[in-house]
């Protein structure tokens, strides 16, 4: 089955098939970063626009690269030169960027379900760049391209999440992504930071040696204070103490396995700096990916966007409630 959704707002319900073509989209854009002229007109006349609303490093340059390389005009506007910073509302901001007709719209926000809010109201499609702690589809994206290509598949691996997954929106759509493409999903982290609902996601453990045993992917999550309104343990120290993978507890996995990390890392506190550079690490792979499947993205969603400009009036797609929820 061909991708054939009018937006990218997450992995959740997306079947085996979809993502699939996603990946080989992906992959098969890859060897264009490759040429001595890294670029190809296939969204020439196209324009992008990015519009973070949290700070980002290798999310929005990856975004820029990737439509570069394909030829698009890319425009950046981060909140701390928005209208936001004077009261406008991000209702308001989706409108004005409507009426400057783009043809894709990359939307990263601290509140979950905002990018779901704006795609009900404008025409162009929107592409989830991170929202609050719910997903983060194109990371994960990037993390399926990279397991397969070590890996040559999904079914039967077994992969270890490990860390602040209550407030990761990587690990909520690394979950979605791996279970549909077959694989075993292995949740790690201290009592405080695993959410209730994680008991359909995969299996659960608090021990670090016993989450990563014999595991075939280990997926680092960054530990996110700036999101934690208390304390959830005692001390970094004590995180580090328990949830720092190093090499001794590496060794506990499969001889093959493989290391990820959506970066940016916070050395010696979740990951040994030994193991971050070590053999294992494919985290510049990741990097990598990350433009090729940006690339996917665009091209699937931007470059089928017809004429029709005008805001969508008789659509109602506001978030899940359990997504207004979470909104802060």
Known sequence: MPFTQRHLLGLEGMGRDELTSLLDTAASFKEISERDIKKVPTLRGKTVVSVFFEPSTRTRMSFEIAAKRMSADFVSLSSSVSSTTKGETLLDTARNLQAMRPDA?????????????????????????????????????????????????????????????????????????????GARVRLVGPPTLLPPELSQWGAVTTNLREG????????????????????FFPSVEEYSRYFCLTERIVAGARPDVIILHPGPMNRGIEIASEVADGPYSVIMDQVTNGIAVRMAVLYLLASRVKADTEAPTDVVAEPPARLQRRAG
Do not use: W, Y
């Open 105 to 181: 719209i990359v939307l990263r926000h601290a509140a979950s379900g905002a990018p779901h809010f704006v795609a009900a109201r404008v025409a162009c499609p929107i592409i989830n760049a991170g929202d609050g702690a719910h997903e983060h589809p194109t990371q994960a994206l990037l993390d399926l391209l990279t397991i397969r290509e070590r890996k040559g598949g999904f079914e039967g691996l077994t992969v270890a999440i490990v860390g602040d997954i209550l407030h990761s929106r990587v690990a909520r759509s690394n979950v979605f992504g791996l279970r549909a493409l």
């Open 212 to 231: 990563v045993r014999d595991a075939d992917v280990i997926v680092m999550l960054r530990l996110q204070l700036e999101r934690q309104s208390r304390n």
